[in-house]
């Protein structure tokens, strides 16, 4: 599974322990899921 380079590039370790259950078995599991795709990002240090 590959993310494109601006869902993760701002928050590598974000991104890297992010987890969503998806459906294993019927159509669901087919589904490839390109919209809605969380972007990660840290804010600034004070």
Same mark, same amino acid.
């Given at each position: 599974y590959d993310l494109p380079?601006?869902?993760w590039?701002?928050?590598?370790? &974000?991104?890297l322990?992010?987890?969503k259950a998806l459906p294993t078995e019927g159509p669901e599991a087919l589904e490839d899921r390109v919209e &809605?795709?969380?972007r990660f990002h840290k804010e600034p240090a004070e």
């Open positions: 380079r601006e869902v590039e701002n928050d590598i370790d &974000g991104a322990n992010w987890a &809605g795709v969380p």
